[in-house]
């Protein structure tokens, strides 16, 4: 499991490109108040697609800093 945290107004975001790519995680939003500007993912990454995630978070923090 990783967690990671990224503002709320860049979630939606997020959310789409970790479903684009299908098969390298799961993800769930952990609770959050409504007035909170992020929202924490816990990831559940197989161990074979471990490298190719990582990628995507790296590819990610290019343009959202607060992964």
């Known amino acids: 499991m990783k ?3 990224v503002s709320k107004k860049d ?3 997020v959310y ?3 479903e684009s790519h299908e098969g390298i995680c799961s993800y769930s939003t952990l609770d959050f ?3 909170d500007n ?3 993912l816990e990831l559940a990454i197989p ?3 471990e ?3 990582r990628e995507v978070l790296k590819q990610l923090g290019e343009f959202i800093y607060d992964i």
């Open 3 to 5: 967690r990671i945290r």
């Open 11 to 13: 979630s939606a975001f």
């Open 16 to 18: 789409a490109v970790l």
């Open 33 to 35: 108040n409504l007035q």
């Open 38 to 40: 992020f929202r924490d």
């Open 47 to 49: 161990v074979s697609m």
């Open 51 to 53: 490298s190719e995630c």
